[in-house]
């Protein structure tokens, strides 16, 4: 079924690649989506660390 | 252990600025009052041990505000080892009151006078030294904006927070006030915290009721603390807490005239001179739309379109000359790779056309956000943005709403998600819920690329289109605005607007560019994140479907499994005017992220294969496409649901899923009616109208002038009482 993948080497580091980009891409909007309330409002700026004890961003400054 | 250290002082006074040199952090500061409204925290740079609190401004510590609530019940609250109060020298005598409550708390004080630098540039002089004797705690000058004074400062704040002392305050009431709060302190012995006996007593001499609630004390003591203060308030001839006020007044007037030395007699300053003419009753309104038009022109139009033809068509497009070298498109470079290493051609189109076509199709309009960021970081920092909220309180208030909403939607420019949360300033919960739901009508940074896009492929580059986006936004607060109000659960008396103007400053270009950054850097973010994600499925869905009964990749996308969901949903659209399933797909995918309905277009019409100047994707949408289905659908996605983040924050501030979704029905509602209406009487003015459409474009307008001009029915007494008892 996955045939189209194994083509030839280039079609599968390629194809490895774009999955590896795409697994990043989802694993920083899932993050992005367990950070507490308060941070929303600083959304678009760098985080400002511990805000409150839910926020899983809590600490990484 | 670690070392807490408040920052309180009244809004606008510099506290973000402050907190930010000394923690790293990069909090949004702004030029006008109520920027923050949750307190934030961060580690002192120099000094891990200790936590730098940054509390939203307050002009007294009697909770009237939300904000006045966190930052009270934070100080009252939590403690914190010290206070490191920031009082604006050049509103001392209004930044005292604050100050002198502080000093009651029972929590070590030091008090850093900013704004400094302009102090001395006016010539005036703070006795800073008598200053401290006089208030018992120590004082030191600052300039946050240039950072002077700021490191002694909070190498000051950390030592009183080691050295845990309980100061005492210098402050005396009058004798027979200092009579009924001794008698309050003694009565109450035991029953109050450590060191805060006094700041509990003044309270319940004021009769503060969430003092009251929260000692829960028995009746017969409240009676008997009652005696004493009607005993005084008889002799004083005044109520309880105005006696306070005008006791605490009397004090910093006292103060004021030993430790503060005016160089001249005030008389007009030079923002007084610009507040004459831009804050002028006939000027004001004209000026602030000339300079929104300029802001949109320059970003859109002229500058940012130059920036933008280099991005898209250059750098995410065929290739542009660099000193007369020509430098290929990342597009074609990359299907030259993929092609030369014998890559399979469907993963050739997944990245040229999926992923770069998608995400390429949006960061091309970084440098049109850059210009806007620019200008809209001016606006704020210099203190313009404060202006167009009280020229907007005059129109609000005739409205339904009052000028406190418009911070909100200053901030919402950016990104609607921080604009909702700082709806959280208004106190009346009638006018907060309005201005939640009202928020996402002004176009914020994301909507950008859509209005451009359609600007540039319909409008041929019109100058008007951006403006008229914002300005529509505005409208449809406005009439928002009459329109709830008209219904009982949104009536009711205006709240109260009052705010300081700040003095006009000029921006320091590290600022600027600082604002500039952050913000075009979070639109880079959600490139690489979500709409990279969204791109990838759309071109997934749209590559892939059932053709001759078999699942696989088709050559025709009227086969794929966007196709068909896409016609599913398309007739919703058809009244206005675009009833494509492209369109349809994009409108939907707009619900992620805003930016998603020009990659979705981007993804669609193969963005990575575009001819010179883009010219491939605006034939495609002219051809689908007419000039007033064009400005309904901008109207549409400008005006309706806003993305999911949005909603989210919605939820979070209305506290309940049925606010929620009364919000996201009555901004697709209106979006839906407006962009009919746009469409069906565009039609008809070209000559093209159906009998049908235009019926009902009129009885839309109908009910809406109905609505609009219906008499307001006044709001029941008792439910007044109780939402202003609940705020």
């Known amino acids: ?61 | 252990m670690a070392y807490k250290i408040a920052l309180a002082g009244n809004p606008n006074s510099g506290k973000t600025t402050l907190f930010n040199v000394l923690t790293g952090s990069n909090q949004f500061v702004g030029n006008w009052p109520g920027v923050t409204v949750e307190k934030k925290e961060g580690y002192l740079k120099s000094d891990h041990e200790v936590v730098v609190v940054d509390l939203p401004g307050i002009y007294s510590l009697s909770p009237y505000t939300s904000e006045e609530v966190v930052a009270r019940r934070f100080l009252v609250g939590e403690h914190p080892d010290a206070i490191l109060n920031i009082v604006d020298g050049t509103n001392l005598e209004r930044n005292l009151y604050l100050t002198t409550q502080l000093t009651e708390l029972g929590i070590p004080v030091v008090i850093a006078v900013n704004m400094m630098d302009v102090v001395t540039k006016n010539g005036d002089v703070i006795h800073i030294h008598r200053l401290s004797d006089e208030l018992g705690c120590e004082v030191m000058e600052i300039s946050a904006l240039k950072g002077t004074g700021i490191a002694e400062a909070a190498r000051t704040a950390v030592e009183k927070a080691k050295a845990r002392m309980h100061p005492e305050p210098k402050h005396n009431f009058s004798g027979s006030v200092e009579h009924a709060i001794a008698h309050i302190e003694e009565a109450m012995a035991g029953r109050l915290p450590k060191g805060q006996e006094r700041w509990y007593a003044i309270k319940l001499f004021e009769r503060d009721m969430r003092v009251i609630e929260e000692l829960q004390l028995p009746a017969e003591l409240i009676a008997h603390i009652e005696e004493d203060i009607r005993s005084c308030e008889r002799e004083l001839d005044d109520d309880a807490e105005s006696i306070i006020t005008n006791e605490r007044y009397n004090y910093i007037t006292a103060l004021i005239r030993e430790c503060y030395t005016r160089k001249n007699a005030p008389g007009m300053t030079i923002s007084d001179k610009i507040d004459y003419i831009v804050t002028n009753r006939w000027l004001a309104l004209p000026i602030f739309a000339a300079v929104m038009c300029l802001t949109y022109y320059i970003s859109v139009t002229t500058v940012g379109t130059w920036a933008n033809d280099w991005a898209a068509n250059g750098v995410f497009g065929d290739g542009w000359t660099f000193f007369g070298h020509f430098v290929p498109g990342i597009p074609s470079v990359v299907e030259n790779a993929l092609t030369n290493w014998g890559c399979a051609d469907w993963l050739v189109r997944l990245v040229v056309d999926g992923i770069i076509g998608g995400v390429g199709s949006v960061l091309g309009f970084i440098p049109q956000l850059l210009v806007l960021f620019f200008f809209l970081a001016f606006l704020e920092a210099c203190g313009y943005m404060s202006r167009i909220a009280f020229i907007m309180d005059r129109i609000f208030r005739k409205f339904g709403l009052s000028g406190k909403s418009f911070i909100p939607m200053l901030i919402g420019t950016g990104c609607s998600v921080p604009g909702i949360m700082a709806s959280r300033t208004i106190e009346s919960e009638r006018d907060r819920k309005m201005t939640v739901i009202t928020t996402s009508f002004i176009p914020c940074s994301a909507k950008l690329p859509v209005i451009s896009l359609f600007g540039s492929a319909i409008f041929g580059g019109a100058w008007w289109v951006a403006p008229s986006a914002y300005f529509a936004g505005i409208v449809a607060v406005l009439c928002s605005g009459i329109l709830l109000k008209k219904f009982r659960m949104f009536r009711g008396e205006d709240a109260a607007f009052v705010m300081e103007l700040p003095a006009y400053h000029w921006p320091t270009p590290r600022n600027l560019l600082r604002s500039m950054w952050e913000r075009s850097w979070s639109f880079i973010k959600k490139a690489g994140t979500v709409i990279l994600l969204c791109s990838m499925l759309i071109w997934f869905l749209s590559n892939f479907g059932v053709a001759n009964g078999r699942f696989g990749m088709v050559t025709d996308m009227g086969d794929s499994l966007l196709a068909a969901f896409g016609n599913l949903i398309a007739w919703i659209f058809r009244p206005l005017g675009f009833d494509e399933w492209s369109c349809a797909v994009a409108t939907l995918t707009g619900l992620v992220a805003k930016e998603n309905v020009v990659s979705t277009f981007g993804v669609l019409f193969g963005a990575g294969e575009l001819s010179e100047n883009g010219a491939e994707l605006w034939q495609r949408l002219s051809e689908m496409f007419t000039p007033y289905s064009a400005y309904a659908f901008l109207i549409f996605n400008l005006l309706c649901c806003p993305c999911v983040a949005a909603v989210g924050a919605i939820r979070r501030e209305m506290h309940s899923a049925k606010w929620t979704l009364f919000a996201v029905s009555y901004q697709t509602g209106l979006a839906y009616c407006v962009a009919l209406t746009v469409n069906q009487l565009g039609a008809l003015f070209a000559g093209r109208g159906s009998w049908l459409g235009t019926a009902a474009a009129c009885l839309v307008i109908a009910g809406f002038l109905y609505l609009l001009l219906r008499r307001k029915k006044p709001a029941p007494v008792a439910e007044e009482k109780r939402e202003g008892a609940a705020v």
């Open chain 1, 1 to 61: 079924m996955l045939s189209f993948l194994m083509e030839n080497a280039a079609t599968m580091v390629v194809a490895a690649l774009v999955l590896v980009i795409a697994a990043a891409a989802l694993a920083a909007v899932l993050r992005a989506r367990r950070t507490c309330g308060a941070c929303a409002f600083c959304a678009q700026r760098k985080h400002c660390g511990k805000i409150d004890e839910n926020c899983s961003m809590k600490g990484q400054r």
